[in-house]
């Protein structure tokens, strides 16, 4: 005999001098002999409903098969609550436990044939139904089983933090709601559940739930370990347009955690979008402190000092993070702007070429060169720099900048005729440019060409934007232009209105002298004479 079996003998001799073998036995099923491998049962051995009553062989089968399981031979073990079941089928205890010992030896293909034949079914055979089938990749199968499981028993948590795997896993946002609202139930005083909630019903809409979650969750937990929630919360505020609770939410995290760098990005990025730019210029400085390797906590500190007017602090840090080796094209694009607002164009030319050597794909480089060589007053190079965008930006809407740019610069330079042919070049793909259809309306009706064409052009740019003063202006001037100076009264009376540019006031003085009323025509040129005070057109209009 070998050692084994006379251990089982011995024990089950112990087992049976303390008073019966079925007495015991009904104990020692809430056992787990390896934690976390399968879950014990927690119902009382009954191999029948009749305790009087049992097969002799099913008896000792099972009770061999005990010992062995307290002895961990769990393959032993198995093999006993096989060989009682053949003696007594119908027991639910021998089944499950002989399931049990299947989950242990990893035989998961084995468990739903072992419990099949119980009816009805438990909580506890549910579970273990859904273990052995997440563990053969049957999730659908699990799925099902644990719905069963929660049908039983609403208070099985682990049931539904699976479900809840599943569902984010098959992306069924209503399933998985489902499951978080009833981990929270089951845990109301578990923040991080309030806030994978509140997230949840942000995404399906829900949003005054979603905002009663994530209050709820900084409510149970408002230190600094839950930022993220403030964060939503704020996030909800604003797409809700309701400014000051997002500033409400925002600086109650920051009371929590004032060197906590998302919040302090967010308060910057909050004010920023707001155009209170003095007021995100704390919370930029705390975050360049808290990353001082944060290019983008740089930039955008940097950005707010330029958008403050305080050139010096964002030119020093922009020019640190070139000397660096920082290789953003905003590092060029803002020091440029900076020296052309500070009338140092020799230094903007030089940034606005690196800008453009960096990226030669994007309008506004060569735009901002152009600009800059037009201040130093190098039409060549201002036209090259045009020139050389187009033949190199292949977006459409950055050509049509490049084009309007390149046709107003001819037209500066008094080569009236190539700059309407470049009109005409954006007018093909952009047929309702409105600022193209006034520029070249214009022109052809200063020079008095085509000026019916013309007249549509600009009526067209007027349709679009009917309060736009130059357009008025234009409009007025074409029907001057017709001799139709009753029509163009109204149109240049309105343009005076809206804008004291010395142009629209001439013009308003040349209709009323071509009206025949002289005293409004002088007064008009007066004012034209004020704002333009060397013109000397106006003053030999008014004979001085």
Not at 210 to 239: F, T
Not at 267 to 275: A, F, K, P, V
Request: aromatic share 10%; glycine share 6%.
């Amino acid at each position: 005999m070998t050692t084994r079996v006379i251990l089982t003998l011995s024990l089950l001799t112990l087992v049976l001098l303390a008073g019966c073998g079925s007495k015991a036995l009904k104990n020692r099923l809430g056992t787990n002999i390896r934690s976390g491998q399968a879950e014990a049962s927690t119902r009382p051995l009954s191999l029948r409903d009749d305790p009087e009553w049992i097969h002799p062989k099913a008896f000792h089968y099972y009770s061999n098969a005990v010992l062995f399981e307290l002895s961990g031979y769990i393959r032993e073990a198995a093999e006993g609550y096989k060989r009682a079941l053949q003696f007594h089928p119908d027991s639910y205890e021998i089944r499950y436990s002989f399931a049990r010992m299947l989950v242990y030896l990893k035989r998961y293909e084995d468990i739903p044939a072992a419990l099949e034949p119980i009816e009805p079914r438990d909580v506890d055979v549910y579970i273990m139904l859904a273990s052995a089938y997440r563990n053969l990749g049957e999730n659908d199968s699990a799925r099902a089983a644990y719905l069963q499981a929660v049908a039983l028993d609403s208070l099985n948590r682990r049931a539904y933090a699976y479900l809840a795997s599943s569902y984010q896993t098959r992306g069924d946002l209503d399933s998985l709601t489902w499951a978080y609202r009833n981990m929270a139930r089951l845990a109301p005083d578990d923040f991080a559940l309030q806030y994978e909630l509140g997230k949840l019903y942000a995404r399906s809409g829900d949003i005054d739930a979603a905002k009663e979650a994530l209050a709820r969750s900084i409510e149970l937990e408002p230190g600094a370990g839950n930022i993220l929630a403030y964060v939503r919360l704020g996030e909800l505020y604003q797409s809700a347009e309701q400014p000051d609770s997002v500033a409400i939410v925002l600086k109650a995290a920051l009371a929590v955690a004032p060197d906590d760098i998302i919040i302090n990005r967010y308060l910057t990025s909050y004010y920023i979008d707001r155009d209170s730019l003095l007021e995100a210029l704390p919370y930029a400085r705390t975050m360049a402190r808290l990353a001082p390797d944060d290019h983008a906590a740089r930039h955008r500190l940097a950005m707010v000092y330029f958008g403050l007017d305080s050139l010096d602090q964002a030119d020093s840090i922009f020019t640190g993070e070139v000397a660096a080796g920082e290789r953003n094209l905003a590092n060029h694009f803002y020091l440029g702007r900076i020296a052309t607002l500070q009338e140092d164009y020799l230094r903007a030319r030089d940034e606005f070429i690196k800008l453009t050597q960096i990226v030669d794909t994007v309008a506004q480089g060569w735009l901002d060169l152009g600009f800059v060589y037009r201040k130093l007053e190098q039409d060549d190079n201002e036209i090259g720099a045009y020139r050389s965008g187009l033949a190199l930006v292949h977006d459409p809407d950055e050509r049509t900048r490049l084009l309007f740019a390149l046709g107003a610069a001819y037209e500066f330079t008094g080569d009236v005729q190539l700059s309407m042919e470049t009109f005409e070049e954006l007018l093909a793909t952009s047929p309702d440019h409105a600022g193209a259809l006034n520029y070249l309306g214009y022109m052809l009706c200063d020079r008095g060409d085509r000026l019916d064409y013309a007249k549509g052009l600009i009526e067209k740019a007027v349709a679009q934007e009917p309060d736009n003063a130059a357009f008025l202006d234009s409009y007025g001037w074409v029907f001057y232009r017709l001799g139709e100076f009753g029509q163009a009264l109204p149109h240049l009376q309105r343009a005076a209105e809206l804008d004291n540019d010395p142009v629209i006031l001439d013009h308003l003085g040349d209709t009323y002298e071509a009206l025949g009323d002289m005293e409004q025509a002088r007064q008009w040129w007066h004012k034209a004479l004020e704002q333009k005070p060397d013109d000397e057109s106006i003053k030999k209009k008014l004979g001085l």
